[in-house]
């Protein structure tokens, strides 16, 4: 096998295949990316057996075969050469990346003990814009669980009811929501739970015009981005009945300026861990919202944002990063912070232009 390609092509299609190799395995050969010349294209292939991804790209391929590099050796190698043409010449043993003046002699591994890669049978499909996609993951995905014994809160619900495509996570402490109407939804209605870590590497490709496919299987998604394809296993098991604890009234309902509310958080953490409590006091009459935090033998912090108050006064507290870590996610100017009582969950959802709820599990006020 031998073939050239620019050296930031190389480097993308590395970076994008890499999420998929096993990192701790005891085959050998899932630590390496395997890759395809034919015609005038590489293909990319790698698995953990859980996750596998393939990408496809044009190179001049001066001699077809196949080969399985070291995965990390390879990325890092190429990483640090110049920008320009890389030429890779490989045997069944062996391979030679050059590039200018710069050239590494590598051990490979057998292509023929690299798995080939999933062919699934999809049930349902549909087409999601790329940055809507994304930006839904960004909101959810930062607070599933990351307590493997409970692998089910380590992924993300993804539901379609209708046309609502809807993602909810949820870490026991807290609860995300969002969702979005699609234009024409393809699908019957399905739901599945996706791991977190993975959506997040998704959401994480460079942003472009192009939609993104999802497609379910009986226990798989496939999920396609331009060239790419990424097929990953879906994650068994009873998802929380969120819908339960959404609360249906409030008490209290703030009405306030996303990024005042964002700054005094930030400023009101400074008194102590970021595990620390910050407690708020919404006062009706005065429309104003009292945000302080108190650690012993450091000392106190106060603020007061203006609100537009609907309601009776209220009082709660919350887990600081929890809150500021919601709070994060609203995209919107606006924000509105509903709360029943100091022993019930509160909620953020964003005013317009987007639908985001994220709910906090109260600290105890003392």
């Given at each position: 096998?031998?073939?050239?390609?620019?050296?930031?092509?190389?480097?993308?299609?590395?970076?994008?295949?890499l999420k998929g190799v096993a990192s701790r395995s005891t085959l050998p050969?899932?630590?390496?990316?395997?890759?395809?010349?034919?015609?005038?294209?590489?293909?990319?292939?790698?698995?953990?057996?859980?996750?596998?991804?393939?990408?496809?790209?044009?190179?001049?391929?001066?001699?077809?075969?196949?080969?399985?590099?070291?995965?990390?050796?390879?990325?890092?190698?190429?990483?640090?050469?110049?920008?320009?043409?890389?030429?890779?010449?490989?045997?069944?043993?062996?391979?030679?990346?050059?590039?200018?003046?710069?050239?590494?002699?590598?051990?490979?591994?057998?292509?023929?003990?690299?798995?080939?890669?999933?062919?699934?049978?999809?049930?349902?499909?549909?087409?999601?814009?790329?940055g809507t996609f994304a930006s839904m993951v960004r909101r959810v995905a930062?607070?599933?669980?990351?307590?493997?014994?409970?692998?089910?809160?380590?992924?993300?619900?993804?539901?379609?009811?209708?046309?609502?495509?809807?993602?909810?996570?949820?870490?026991?402490?807290?609860?995300?929501?969002?969702?979005?109407?699609?234009?024409?939804?393809?699908?019957?209605?399905?739901?599945?739970?996706?791991?977190?870590?993975?959506?997040?590497?998704?959401?994480?490709?460079?942003?472009?015009?192009?939609?993104?496919?999802?497609?379910l299987a009986q226990n798989q998604i496939v999920v396609t981005y331009q060239?790419?394809?990424?097929?990953?296993?879906?994650?068994?098991?009873?998802?929380?009945?969120?819908?339960?604890?959404?609360?249906?009234?409030?008490?209290?309902?703030?009405?306030?300026?996303?990024?005042?509310?964002?700054?005094?958080?930030?400023?009101?953490?400074?008194?102590?861990?970021?595990?620390?409590?910050?407690?708020?006091?919404?006062?009706?009459?005065?429309?104003?919202?009292?945000?302080?935090?108190?650690?012993?033998?450091?000392?106190?912090?106060?603020?007061?944002?203006?609100?537009?108050?609907?309601?009776?006064?209220?009082?709660?507290?919350?887990?600081?990063?929890?809150?500021?870590?919601?709070?994060?996610?609203?995209?919107?100017?606006?924000?509105?912070?509903?709360?029943?009582?100091?022993?019930?969950?509160?909620?953020?959802?964003?005013?317009?232009?987007?639908?985001?709820?994220?709910?906090?599990?109260?600290?105890?006020?003392?």
């Amino acid at each position: 096998m031998k073939f050239s390609i620019n050296k930031s092509e190389l480097q993308n299609a590395l970076s994008v295949v890499l999420k998929g190799v096993a990192s701790r395995s005891t085959l050998p050969v899932l630590s390496g990316i395997l890759i395809d010349a034919h015609g005038d294209e590489l293909t990319f292939q790698a698995t953990d057996l859980e996750l596998s991804i393939q990408y496809d790209v044009v190179a001049l391929v001066e001699e077809e075969g196949r080969a399985v590099l070291p995965g990390k050796l390879f990325s890092d190698i190429v990483k640090n050469l110049p920008d320009m043409a890389v030429t890779v010449e490989a045997t069944d043993d062996s391979a030679v990346i050059s590039c200018d003046a710069s050239t590494f002699q590598i051990k490979a591994l057998s292509a023929d003990d690299f798995p080939g890669f999933p062919h699934v049978d999809v049930s349902q499909k549909i087409e999601v814009p790329f940055g809507t996609f994304a930006s839904m993951v960004r909101r959810v995905a930062r607070v599933v669980s990351r307590d493997e014994s409970r692998a089910i809160i380590t992924g993300v619900l993804i539901t379609l009811e209708g046309s609502t495509l809807r993602m909810v996570a949820t870490d026991s402490y807290r609860l995300a929501v969002t969702q979005t109407e699609l234009p024409e939804a393809a699908a019957e209605d399905f739901s599945a739970v996706i791991s977190g870590t993975f959506l997040s590497d998704i959401a994480s490709l460079p942003k472009t015009e192009d939609p993104i496919t999802l497609a379910l299987a009986q226990n798989q998604i496939v999920v396609t981005y331009q060239s790419t394809v990424f097929i990953n296993r879906r994650i068994e098991g009873n998802f929380p009945n969120y819908k339960q604890l959404l609360p249906s009234s409030y008490t209290t309902r703030a009405t306030v300026d996303t990024h005042a509310l964002q700054a005094a958080v930030k400023r009101a953490s400074l008194m102590g861990p970021s595990g620390g409590a910050v407690r708020i006091s919404v006062d009706a009459d005065g429309q104003v919202l009292t945000l302080s935090a108190t650690t012993q033998d450091v000392g106190s912090a106060q603020e007061t944002v203006p609100v537009s108050c609907d309601g009776e006064s209220g009082e709660i507290a919350f887990n600081c990063g929890y809150m500021q870590e919601g709070l994060n996610s609203v995209e919107t100017d606006q924000v509105y912070l509903d709360i029943q009582s100091s022993l019930k969950p509160g909620v953020l959802r964003a005013v317009g232009g987007e639908d985001y709820l994220y709910l906090i599990m109260p600290v105890r006020i003392s």
